[in-house]
C-alpha cells in the first residue's frame, strides 16, 4: 500500500533540519520512500492513495517517555497537597480499588487524550493488567513501550515472582504488534527496590537484550533518606556497583542530582525522561535539563500520570521544559527551541531505543502528526518551529499516523471510541469512589 | 433584553466557592440577576432568549492584565537570544517600521486570539494608535483598560508632550463604551522614567482618578543599574517620595524583589501583574508569588506580548503560575488550585479596578465563558475547577460572552473576520519584514 500526503508544510527533523514549506511525504508498507518539496509527479501517485494536507503542518509525532495510563481515572482528585500526603491518603486507597474494568477504561481514555493531542508513541509503567493493554495498543494502532514494574519491599520469593511476571510479559511482548510494541524491564526506584534485587534485574535485562526504566532521583526527601541509609546517591551505588554500563538506562525525573552524577549517566549513554510539569505539581523540583545535555545524556519528555500533571499533552511539557531552564538559570538561549522539539520527537524515539523513529526521513517509520495552522495563535504562522514549542497546543494537532494508518483523519478517531470512552472513565471512578 | 443560559454547570468563583452543578444564569441590561440551580421556571423564561449550554461549563471571563497587542506580529521573530540582543537587533528595528496598518492587523490578530481562548478582559499597555484601537475594541465588544505608555529618556518639553496625549486619550476613553473601556496612566519603567517624571505621573493620575500602571523590577540587570544610579531598589524609591500611598498600582512583573518590597506594596493595596510565561522565556527569572499573597498584594496574571510568550492564553499562564511556585518552593500545597483560578478572574479585576466584574454574582457583569467539557482531556469530569488550572485548553472555550453580549458562539466569532484577520498578519509582517 502506497500513501502520499501532498501539499503540506513538512518539518522533518532530520539533522540539517530541512523544512519543505510546501512538501510531500510518500509511505509504503509503513515506512517513508520519499520526502520532496512540490507536488508529486502523476506517474509516481498512481494507484497510491493521495491525502491532500490542504497547507497543515506535517511533523514526527510526539514521544512520551514517562507514564502510568492506568492511573488516569484519578486525574484532578486531590491537587492541593503534599506528595506524602496525597499518595497515602488519596491515590493508594483509590488504586488499591482499581480492577480491571476500571484500568482499561483509564487505559482507553489516556489513549484518546494521547492521539487527540498528537503522541504516536508512549512508555507505560504500571504493574496491573500490562497483556490486556497490549493487545488494546495493538488494536488501537499505537506504539508503546510497555513494562511490569516492581516493587522489591518483599520477601526473596515475591521478588524474584514478579521479576518472572515482568520478564514473561516483557518475551511475549517484546517487538510485537509489527513491531511497534517493545518492552523493559522496570525497577520502580531505589527507595523501593534494595540495591541487590536491582542488580538482579539489571543482570536479567542484560541477557535479555532488554533496556531497563526506573524511577531516580524525584524528590529531595527520598534521597536524603538514601544518603542515611546508603551512605551515598543512588547514582553513585549504581556505578559501584558496575550497573551503568552495559545497560540500556532510561531514568524518570533525575531532579535531585549533582554534576557529578549528570556526568556519569552521560558517560553511560543512559537516557532521561524529564517531566517538568509533575515534578512541578509536586513540589518535587526543576531537574537541571541543560546540565544533562552537557554531558551528553539524551533528554526526552513524560507527562508521568495525569494524577499529577495533569495532562497528557506533550506540547505543554515541550513548552514547560524549554521555558524553566531559562527561567531558573536566568539565561534566555540556553536550551533552544530546536532541543524543545527534538526532546519530544527524536530524543524521545532514542530514550524508548526504537529504531528508525522520531524524524520524517526515508527509511523511517511512518508516525507523523498534521496540525492547522489556521489559528490565531499560530500567525503570522512563518515561525514553525517557534510556534510549535511555544505556542501549539494539543488540540491543534488533526490528523495522525502510526506507521503509516491513520489513527485520527481532521479530528476524527479511527480505531477508538471516543464518547464510549469517555462515559465509561466517568462511570468507572464513580463506582472506585463509592 | 433579557438572556438565560440554562442546562450548565455553573462555576460561580463567588466567595463560598459555589459551583451548580446543573444551573442556570439570567443576565438583563449586561448584568447578571439570578443564578441558581436547576431549571429556568417557565414564568421567568418568557420573552427571554433561553440559550440551552448543553451541559457546558460555565465560569467567569479571563482577564489578561499585562500586554502589548501592538507588537502581536512579532511572535515566534526571534527566541533563543537573551533580552537585550533581542531587543536591539530583532524587536527594536521591526517596532520601527510599525505603522497604523501593521498594528491594526497585530491588535485584530490578537483580540481573535484572546476572545478564542476565553479572555474577555486585557490590558494594553503602548504608545502607538491608541484611538483608533479603543474604537476597535469598543466594537469587537471586548472589556479593556488602555493605555498610552511613556518613556522618559527625553527633554522635559517631550516628556510633558507625551504626557499630555497619554492624559488626553485616557480623558477621552475612561469608561466610555457603555464602561468596557478604562485607562489608566503608565510611565513604561523605572530605569526608563526618571523619578521626577513618574512623580509628575502619579500626581497627574491621583488628581484625574486614574491608576497607574508600570513594568517593575522584570530583570536582575535592570535593578542592578538602577541600585548603582540611585542607591536603592525602585520599590524604595517610590517608597520614599511617597508615590505608593493614594495612588492606584498595578505593577507588571516585580520578579526581582526582596521580602520587604512586596511588604511594602501590601501595605498601599497594590496590584500586581504576575507574567511567568514571558519572565521564563526572557530568562528574567520568576517572582515569587507566595510571597506576594502573604502580604496581600493582588496576583492577577499577564500574559505580555506574543513576541515573548508567544502565546494569549489565560488557562496556561494559570497553569504556569500555580505550578511554578509549587516547583521553586518544592511545597505541593503553596499556591492553590482556586488561587490560581481567582487570580485569573476575580483578581484580575480588582487589579485592573473594574467594579462588579470577575465573578458569577447577581449584580455583577455578565462576562462569562463557557467549555465544552466533553473532552478526553477533562475527564473523569467530576472535579471543574482542578481541570480549569491543570488540564484545560484556551480551545476548549465555545462561548464568550461581554456584558451579556455573545462574541463568539459554539466557536464561530460574531464580531471579528478571523479569516481575513489571519491573512492581514500575514501579509503585513511580510511587509515589515521586506
Excluded at 520526502?35 to 502523476?42: F, L, Q, V
Excluded at 506528595?83 to 482499581?98: D, M, N, V
Excluded at 495525569?306 to 540556553?334: C, K, P, W, Y
Aim: proline share 3%.
Amino acid at each position: 500500500m502506497k500513501t502520499i500526503i501532498k501539499n503540506a508544510k513538512v518539518i522533518t527533523m532530520n539533522e540539517a533540519r530541512t523544512i519543505h514549506e510546501h512538501g510531500y511525504v510518500v509511505i509504503e508498507d509503513g515506512v517513508f520512500t520519499a520526502i520532496e518539496h512540490g507536488e508529486p509527479a502523476e506517474e509516481a501517485a498512481k494507484g497510491a492513495n493521495v491525502v491532500n494536507a490542504d497547507k497543515k503542518w506535517l511533523m514526527p509525532g510526539l514521544i512520551n517517555t514517562h507514564g502510568h495510563t492506568g492511573m488516569s481515572l484519578f486525574r484532578g482528585v486531590s491537587d492541593d497537597l503534599p506528595l506524602s500526603k496525597w499518595l497515602a491518603e488519596h491515590i493508594w486507597p483509590l488504586e488499591q480499588k482499581l480492577d480491571q474494568k476500571a484500568v482499561e477504561a483509564a487505559r482507553l481514555l489516556s489513549m484518546v487524550e494521547m492521539i487527540e493531542s498528537g503522541t504516536t508513541t508512549f512508555l507505560e509503567m504500571y504493574h496491573l493488567h500490562l497483556d490486556d493493554f497490549a493487545a488494546a495498543v495493538e488494536e488501537a494502532g499505537m506504539r508503546a513501550t510497555l513494562m511490569r514494574s516492581v516493587i522489591g519491599l518483599c520477601s526473596k520469593e515475591e521478588q524474584e515472582e514478579k521479576l518472572a511476571e515482568s520478564l514473561g510479559f516483557a518475551r511475549r511482548w517484546h517487538k510485537q504488534a509489527n513491531g511497534r510494541i517493545q518492552t523493559m524491564l522496570a525497577p520502580h526506584a531505589p527507595y523501593t527496590c534494595p540495591p541487590d534485587y536491582i542488580e538482579r534485574i539489571v543482570e536479567a535485562a542484560r541477557q535479555e537484550g532488554l533496556p531497563v526504566h526506573m524511577h531516580l532521583a524525584e524528590t529531595r526527601k527520598e534521597i536524603h533518606d538514601y544518603m542515611d541509609e546508603y551512605g551515598m546517591h543512588p547514582v553513585e551505588l549504581l556505578q559501584e556497583r558496575d550497573l551503568l554500563s552495559g545497560t540500556e538506562w532510561l531514568f524518570a525525573h533525575g531532579v535531585h542530582m549533582h554534576e557529578q552524577h549528570y556526568e556519569l549517566l552521560g558517560a553511560h549513554q543512559a537516557a532521561v525522561s524529564h517531566n517538568p510539569k509533575s515534578n512541578l505539581k509536586l513540589g518535587s523540583g526543576i531537574a537541571q535539563v541543560a546540565s544533562m545535555q552537557k554531558h551528553g545524556i539524551v533528554v526526552s519528555l513524560g507527562t508521568d500520570s495525569v494524577a499529577s500533571n495533569n495532562a497528557l499533552d506533550l506540547f505543554e511539557e515541550m513548552r514547560t521544559a524549554v521555558l524553566l531552564q531559562r527561567g531558573i538559570n536566568e539565561q534566555a538561549d540556553i536550551v533552544t527551541t530546536w532541543e524543545g522539539l527534538n526532546m519530544a520527537t527524536s530524543n524521545g524515539a532514542k530514550a524508548l531505543r526504537f529504531a528508525n523513529l522520531g524524524t520524517i526521513e526515508v527509511g523511517q517509520q511512518a508516525d507523523f502528526i498534521m496540525l492547522n495552522p489556521e489559528q490565531a495563535h499560530l500567525h503570522p504562522s512563518s515561525q514553525a518551529v517557534s510556534h510549535l514549542v511555544f505556542a501549539a497546543k494539543g488540540s491543534d494537532v488533526t490528523d495522525v499516523y502510526v506507521q503509516g494508518a491513520p489513527l485520527m483523519k481532521d479530528k476524527q478517531l479511527l480505531t477508538l471510541d471516543k464518547e464510549r470512552i469517555l462515559k465509561e472513565a466517568n462511570e468507572q471512578l464513580r463506582r472506585l469512589q463509592q
